[in-house]
C-alpha cells in the first residue's frame, strides 16, 4: 500500500483510531506483535522521501507465547481490535505518583534565540509556578 494511504484512517485494519494525520505527520499506533523480530521497509520511487520515524515496542519474558502479526488473520482479532481502539481512545486517568508536583514558569523564545530551561527545576518544588 503506499505509505500515505496508511495513515488516513481507511485502510484496514488501520482505523481512524489507530492512525491519522495530525499536522504534517502521520501516526499509527497499531500492535503488531511478533515472536522474534519485525521489520519495517518503506520503498519509494520518484522523488526521494524526508522521514522521521519512531518505533515504540515492547519486550516479553523468555518463553512468552506471541502470535506474530499475520495481515490474513486480522478478521479473526476484530474483538481485540476494539478492545485496544476503546482503550486508546479513552485512556484512563492514572493518579501522580505521592509526593510529585507540578510548576509552571512561562518562557519566551524570540526568533533567533536559544533559551534553556534550568535543570534545578527538576528536582524542586514549586511554588505558584516558580521553583521554590
Not at 502470535?67 to 492514572?94: M, N, R, Y
Not at 524570540?110 to 521553583?131: K, M, Q, V, Y
Amino acid at each position: 500500500m503506499p505509505l500515505a494511504d496508511l495513515f488516513t484512517g481507511k485502510t484496514p485494519p488501520f482505523g481512524p483510531v489507530f492512525s491519522y494525520i495530525s499536522g504534517t505527520g502521520g501516526n499509527l499506533y497499531f500492535p503488531l506483535p511478533y515472536a522474534r523480530s519485525l521489520k519495517i521497509t518503506i520503498e519509494q520511487t520518484g522523488e526521494p522521501i524526508g522521514l522521521y520515524y519512531e518505533i515504540g515496542h515492547r519486550t516479553y519474558p523468555a518463553g512468552t507465547a506471541v502470535e506474530t502479526f499475520d495481515p490474513k488473520q486480522v478478521g479473526s482479532w476484530a474483538d481485540v481490535q476494539a478492545q485496544v481502539a476503546e482503550a486508546l481512545s479513552k485512556p484512563k486517568s492514572l493518579s501522580a505518583p505521592t509526593g510529585s508536583g507540578s510548576h509552571t514558569h512561562r518562557l519566551t523564545i524570540r526568533p533567533g534565540e536559544t533559551l534553556s530551561i534550568p535543570s534545578c527545576w527538576a528536582n524542586r518544588p514549586s511554588t505558584n509556578g516558580r521553583p521554590a
